[in-house]
Antibody
């Protein structure tokens, strides 16, 4: 079955850029929507944004000014960048697969295991 | 802005009993509602979508109902592995992907 794996630094300094990559295995990145979701320690889930395999993106308005999601279909990967991070960006970051249609773009059937990113000097 | 509100925040239930979790949307979302289960240290798992359709491999003791603004997740007979946090999520009204704050189902 499809597997997703997040990778990237676990510690980022305040004001710097958080960068994560999600590698999709046992399945193609084509034809689906792919999202990043985060969860601060002990708190709920926040959708960050999604990318379609063709490259079109949509971001949560609350984060839109600081977020970029990109895709590399040749590597079956998509990536997240969050600029100007603060302690409030400390969270477990998940990548997840959405549906094939825009109406189900944020209906997540496969998730990565998550990676904790701490923002601290 | 669309807000998803879950109740109660914590539900204490004995094994074998029924659990009923509620989710309310601040505006109509039709049937575009999903439920996820999250255990400590794990990613969420999709249980229900389109308000009442079980995802692949989900046991029949999990059922969902509702439409518009009021939704319910019922676990008919709680098993030990069902004690977890449950999130509802709407996935079609902009901005999509809005989650509720979660309901923790704990052992009574």
């Amino acid at each position: 079955q499809v597997q997703l794996q997040e990778s990237g630094p676990g510690l980022v300094k305040p004001s710097e850029t958080l960068s994560l990559t999600c590698t999709v295995s046992n399945g193609s990145i084509s034809s689906y929507y792919w999202s990043w979701i985060r969860q601060p320690p002990g708190k709920g889930l926040e959708w960050i944004g999604y990318i379609y395999y063709s490259g079109s993106t949509y971001y949560n308005p609350s984060l839109k000014s600081r977020v970029t999601i990109s895709v590399d279909t040749s590597k079956n990967q998509f990536s997240l960048k969050v600029t100007s991070v603060t302690a409030a960006d400390t969270a477990v970051y998940y990548c997840a697969r959405g549906g094939v249609a825009v109406a189900a773009a944020t209906l997540f059937d496969y998730w990565g295991q998550g990676t904790l990113v701490t923002v601290s000097s | 802005e669309l807000v998803m509100t879950q109740s109660p925040a914590t539900l204490s239930v004995s094994p074998g009993e029924r659990a009923t979790l509620s989710c309310r949307a601040s505006q109509s979302i039709g049937g575009n509602l999903a439920w996820y289960q999250q255990k400590p240290g794990q990613a969420p798992r999709l249980l229900i979508y389109v308000a009442s359709t079980r995802a692949t491999g989900i046991p029949a003791r999990f059922s969902g109902s509702g439409s518009g603004t009021e939704f319910t997740l019922t676990i008919s007979s709680l098993q030990s592995e069902d004690f977890a946090v449950y999130y509802c999520q709407q996935y079609n009204i902009w901005p999509p992907g809005t989650f509720g704050q979660g309901t923790k189902v704990e052992i009574k």
